[in-house]
């Protein structure tokens, strides 16, 4: 270790000479020389290497930033790879790099505030690049852009990118599947729906299942898309062989949601009863030990006033890992509730406060409210009540200011920096 910290400061100070000699004016001198020009060009790729393996990655992080900072006259490709492998320190090696002090950009330029957004720069330049042609493709730099944009939360800005791909870079039915995934990530079903129509009209599509599945699970969360939905359902299964067994119950899952939602624009009492049926069907074949799966089945036993089916789907959601989840609390302590038993479910929603975090309780509160209302206990109801309105007050003002700090997207970072 002590010898790579030694390899490392003499490469430093080889450094230091040279970018001395160019302060000096001998930068002719040292571009005009082709075996200096690739030793200067070895040393500047090599020092952060050098300081990783010395296990020193603030001092790897100082030269990454003064081997893209400084003017070394190095090629298009190297410069690239410098940049990569930057990126790729920032993501995944856990250290917290101290933000750029960039003094030289121009006044509303974007400066990165931590790793994830100085290496999410770092790759969206590349990719500018790739599509300028200034360096050849290379598929990491979209994989690792894609893990950073996710980790951001930025995924309409991951969309962004993938839209100006050059059309020969990425396959276009690939391109529209995993546009799908972006917008349907970022909130944007309809979007994502729209682009995964497309895809269906594709004869060969590589994606072809796992898109029906998402464009029906889309269609299953809107009413008026349930019989669209329940018809992409029917076809992933279809389209399913006996060694998809994870994607099987997946599909069932998805079917019996599309079925139940459909059931509720059935025309007649005949065929919303047996699109009831067929859908707690579906449901109770899917994967049985996957709490959203056990969730909805409380659900729909719920809707049908099936309350002891419902109870018992609700217990068992929580046992399987759902502890966490606010919905699975509240829809116990409703079952409870309609079955009368006001006790029991004031102890759910006092056990559900003490697991969940102070913002989210103002749903279990509420309820707490008009249970004790229920019982008759009209003053701890109104104390219940003031604890809400206290809660919603602290949160009204913590939106305020929220939105007064800067939120940073991604999606135009690029137009705030020189041009390449």
């Given amino acids: 270790m002590l010898l790579l910290a030694e390899a490392a400061e003499s490469c430093r100070v080889i450094l230091d000479i040279v970018e001395t000699s160019l302060a000096e004016g001998a930068s002719d001198n ?69 933000p750029p002090n960039l003094r030289s950009q121009t006044e509303g330029s974007f400066i990165p505030r931590n790793n994830v957004e100085e290496a999410i720069l770092l790759l969206m330049l590349l990719l500018r690049k790739v599509n300028l042609k200034r360096i050849s493709w290379d598929a990491a730099i979209l ?19 993938f839209e100006e791909l050059s059309p020969e870079l990425l396959d276009q039915r690939e391109l529209y599947h995993t546009l799908s995934l972006c917008y349907q990530g970022a909130g944007e079903g309809l979007v994502a729906l729209g682009l995964l129509r497309k895809l269906f009209s594709e004869r060969e599509d590589p994606n072809r299942t796992s898109g029906l599945l998402m464009a029906s699970k889309i269609c299953g969360e809107r009413s008026g898309l349930a019989e669209e939905g329940l018809d992409y359902a029917r076809k992933a299964i279809g389209n399913l062989g006996k060694e998809c067994s994870q994607l099987d119950g997946a599909a069932r899952f998805v079917l019996g949601i599309t079925l139940t939602e459909s059931s509720r624009m059935a025309v007649t009492e005949t065929e919303r009863i047996a699109r009831q049926s ?4 579906a449901l109770e074949s899917a994967d049985m030990t996957n709490p959203r799966v056990v969730h909805r089945l409380a659900l729909e036993n719920a809707e049908q006033r099936k309350l002891d089916s419902a109870l018992a789907y609700a217990k068992e959601a929580l046992k399987l890992g759902a502890e966490s989840d ?59 009540y003031t604890q809400l309105l ?7 003002k913590s939106f305020n200011s929220a939105k007064k700090l800067p939120k940073v997207t991604f999606s135009y970072v690029l137009i705030s920096l020189p041009k390449l």
């Fill in 30 to 98: 040292v571009t005009g020389d082709i075996k200096l020009q690739e030793t200067l060009t070895k040393a500047v790729e090599l020092l952060p290497e050098l300081w990783k393996l010395a296990d020193s990655p603030r001092d790897a992080i100082l030269s990454y930033r003064r081997a893209l900072l400084n003017h070394w006259k190095l090629d298009p490709e190297t410069t690239a790879r410098i940049q990569k492998e930057y990126a790729v320190f920032l993501l995944y090696s856990g250290e917290e790099a101290v």
């Fill in 143 to 161: 994989d690792h852009l894609s893990f950073a944009l996710t980790i951001a939360g930025d995924l309409t800005a991951l969309a962004k990118q």
């Fill in 278 to 281: 067929e859908g707690i069907q």
């Fill in 326 to 384: 606010l919905e699975v609390w509240l829809l116990l302590a409703r079952v409870l509730s309609a079955q009368k038993r006001f006790s029991d479910a004031e102890t759910i929603v006092d056990a559900a406060l003490n697991e969940t975090g102070k913002w989210e309780q103002g749903k279990l509160l509420r309820l707490k409210a008009k249970l004790r209302l229920a019982k008759g206990e009209v003053k701890d109801a109104i104390k219940t």
């Fill in 390 to 396: 206290a809660l919603l007050q602290v949160q009204s």
